[in-house]
Nanobody, 126 residues
Framework: QLQLVESGGGSVQAGASLTLSCVAS????????MGWFRQAPGLEREFVAA????????PYADSVKGRFTISRDNARNTVFLQMNSLKPEDTAAYYC???????????????????WGQGTQVTVSS
């Protein structure tokens, strides 16, 4: 089993920054691909960003490209999501997810991830 615990959410004004963290424990080989997803009330869970074990592959959703940065520290089994220039439409519960390696063409598909954290809420007011 792999456990994922997110932290760093909060309530901020538009234009502010937040950094989310996700710490993995347990079978960390299952954390080859790490992803961030978000879900607003009444909407489906949507892809935000993902990162490979090496950190060299980092796809982003178009809606966050240029504002969000995903990174990871494998020594600390931690993945980060730096969020800048936050907008009200970024308001959602943010979830960390992981899986052993699978094709990067599927990294935006939440159904391909095996493990999920409990989520951390981000609220952005205008």
């Amino acid at each position: 089993q792999l456990q994922l615990v997110e932290s760093g959410g909060g309530s901020v004004q538009a234009g502010a920054s937040l950094t989310l963290s996700c710490v993995a424990s347990g079978l960390t080989y299952a954390a080859y691909v790490m992803g961030w997803f978000r879900q607003a009330p009444g909407l489906e869970r949507e892809f935000v960003a993902a990162i490979s074990w090496s950190g060299l592959e980092t796809p982003y959703a178009d809606s966050v490209k240029g504002r969000f940065t995903i990174s990871r520290d494998n020594a600390r089994n931690t993945v980060f999501l730096q969020m800048n220039s936050l907008k009200p439409e970024d308001t959602a519960a943010y979830y960390c997810a992981s899986a052993p390696y699978f094709s990067n063409t599927q990294w935006s598909n939440p159904g391909r991830y095996d493990y999920w954290g409990q989520g951390t809420q981000v609220t952005v007011s205008s």
